[in-house]
């Protein structure tokens, strides 16, 4: 098993910045690949960012590419989320989620968080 709790969402403007915070715990965190993902209400699950359980390789959705930055540190078992240029449309609930293969992260990951609200104004 592999737990994940997720911080950091709350309300900002548009333009603003907002740093998302997911501990991990149950196993070796630097065995599992980690993502997030987001839901807005009425609209299906968006992949937002992967990383590789080392860290070398990172992937993003296209509505976020050079805006959002996902980071880990195994030391920590902790993965974040830089958000910067934030939009109205980047309005919703973000959730922090893991899997042994990279792959299955972007697609349908094992474990999931309990997810935190990230909300932008106009």
């Known amino acids: 098993q592999v737990q994940l709790v997720e911080s950091g969402g709350g309300l900002v403007q548009a333009g603003g910045s907002l740093r998302l915070s997911c501990a991990a715990s149950?196993?070796?965190?630097?065995?599992?690949?980690m993502g997030w993902f987001r839901q807005a209400p009425g609209k299906e699950r968006e992949f937002v960012a992967g990383?590789?359980?080392?860290?070398?390789?990172?992937s993003y959705g296209d509505s976020v590419k050079g805006r959002f930055t996902i980071s880990r540190d195994n030391a920590k078992n902790m993965v974040y989320l830089q958000m910067n240029s934030l939009k109205p449309e980047d309005t919703a609930v973000y959730y922090c989620?893991?899997?042994?293969?990279?792959?299955?992260?972007?697609?349908?990951?094992?474990?999931w968080g309990q997810g935190t609200q990230v909300t932008v104004s106009s």
């Open positions: 989620a893991s899997d042994i293969e990279y792959s299955a992260v972007r697609r349908s990951p094992r474990y």
């Open positions: 149950g196993r070796t965190f630097s065995n599992y690949a």
């Open positions: 990383i590789r359980r080392s860290g070398d390789i990172t």
